[in-house]
């Protein structure tokens, strides 16, 4: 592949992970960028609301070109999980008491800063999880094609430190609130077992919506597997050896009633009858199609999460800013190539939209074709499809 090969942005090139409405300003360079369509991930309360009018200011521009300049996904990030309250066990009805706003912190955070109640002072009144949900069930009913996103785990992030003078002085008024914004970290981290109550929740509304899931996951590749193998359970695919897929093939579907046992299911097909909600409608408690964004593992996961049995079908996405730099280079480039051709996204995973989006993309789609030996032309439309494909079904 020629390095100064024209890059074919008429084919469409989508951005499966990307934080746009945490750097305001730049929203409004989304309608010039190259870029067909950006995926556009919510991760905490400041931008929930930001990425639902960045989708309806940017909707309506789109009409007169027919096709949406972003998909809006809306989700909490395992980095702020430690705001949201478990209120699916017990009661709430003291959630706004200092003393009940102590005791939940000094349960999901560790070490536990009770004894450093400045510390708690200065940490968000906690979110029920259930207003979370029905919250986040609203916009994903407003917007038939929105995802749930950023959700996840984190094994390695520690939370901010409070705000000090200097921070506050300097602060970058373009931002969004509510991120680091450059804070020294504390000692404080969310304890894994409340971040996949948080995760598992998210998950089980994006199977009842039945919504495409970007899944954030650093050193916690097998605890996601771990929540995803429960919320799949029951519901696994049949998986026939390929003298039973043979067998099958030759009968030509003329398979009776009295022979439908287990051996004799479609391959692909739940064994398991799905769960209805309130409605009456039946849904299945995990996402249809899910991306691992940003995939920092190595080869042996993959093989996890693409068993034939598993009932979601798992993409994974990769973004220049953290797959092509320093060491992860090399474990990336293994991935890539071990993966199967149409489980590959591309992203930026970029807090500012415009040309640095578009070139991050470029970049990230063009090594990706070298990896895997695609001709250019060939590669960037095989990654259209599946953004298309994982996004829509």
């Known amino acids: 592949m020629p390095e100064n090969e024209p890059f074919p942005w008429d084919i ?29 991930m919510a991760t905490r309360g400041e931008d929930q609301d930001l990425v639902q009018q960045t989708a309806v200011s940017l909707s309506a521009k789109a009409s007169q070109s027919k096709r949406d300049r972003v998909v809006p996904c809306f989700g909490w990030h395992p980095w702020f999980s430690h705001q949201i309250l478990d209120d699916t066990t017990r009661p709430t009805a003291a959630e706004n008491s200092t003393e009940h706003k102590s005791a939940h912190y000094a349960a999901v955070l560790t070490p536990s800063p009770a004894d450093e109640q400045p510390f708690i002072d200065l940490l968000p009144v906690p979110k029920p999880l259930s207003e979370l949900i029905s919250e986040t069930r609203n916009r994903l009913q407003q917007f038939p094609n929105a995802l749930v996103g950023e959700v996840g785990l984190d094994r390695s992030f520690r939370l901010p430190s409070p705000w000090n003078p200097t921070d506050v002085n300097n602060r970058d008024e373009k931002l969004t609130p509510g991120s680091r914004e450059g804070r020294s970290l504390s000692k404080y981290r969310v304890r894994p077992e409340h971040q996949r109550t948080v995760l598992k929740a998210q998950l089980r509304l994006a199977g009842e919506m039945n919504r495409a899931v970007s899944l954030h996951s650093v050193q916690a590749h097998g605890g ?50 799905d769960m209805p909600d309130l409605s009456g409608k039946s849904h299945r408690p995990f996402p249809p199609r899910i991306c691992m964004h940003s995939y920092t593992g190595s080869v042996e996961p993959i093989r996890q999460f693409l068993h034939r049995s ?24 293994d991935v890539i190539k071990a993966l199967p051709g149409d489980r590959i996204l591309i992203e930026s995973d970029l807090h500012v939209a415009g040309a640095q989006m578009d070139d991050l993309l470029e970049d990230v789609a063009r090594q990706i074709c070298q990896l895997r030996g695609w001709e250019l032309r060939h590669g960037v439309q095989v990654l259209a499809d599946n953004w298309r494909r994982f996004v829509f079904g």
């Open 12 to 40: 469409g090139v989508y951005d499966a992970h990307c934080h746009p409405t945490d750097t305001l300003a730049s929203v409004a360079d989304i309608p010039q960028m190259k870029a067909t369509t950006l995926t556009i």
């Open 224 to 273: 996601v597997f771990e929540v995803l193998k429960e919320l799949w359970a029951g519901h696994e695919r049949v998986v026939l050896s390929r003298r039973k897929r043979d067998r099958q093939r030759d009968a030509e579907g003329a398979v009776s009633d009295d022979e439908d046992d287990d051996e004799d299911k479609m391959p692909g097909v739940s064994q398991s009858t």
């Open 310 to 333: 598993n009932p979601s079908d798992v993409y994974f996405s990769f973004s220049k800013l953290i797959n092509f730099s320093g060491a992860a280079e090399k474990k990336v480039g």
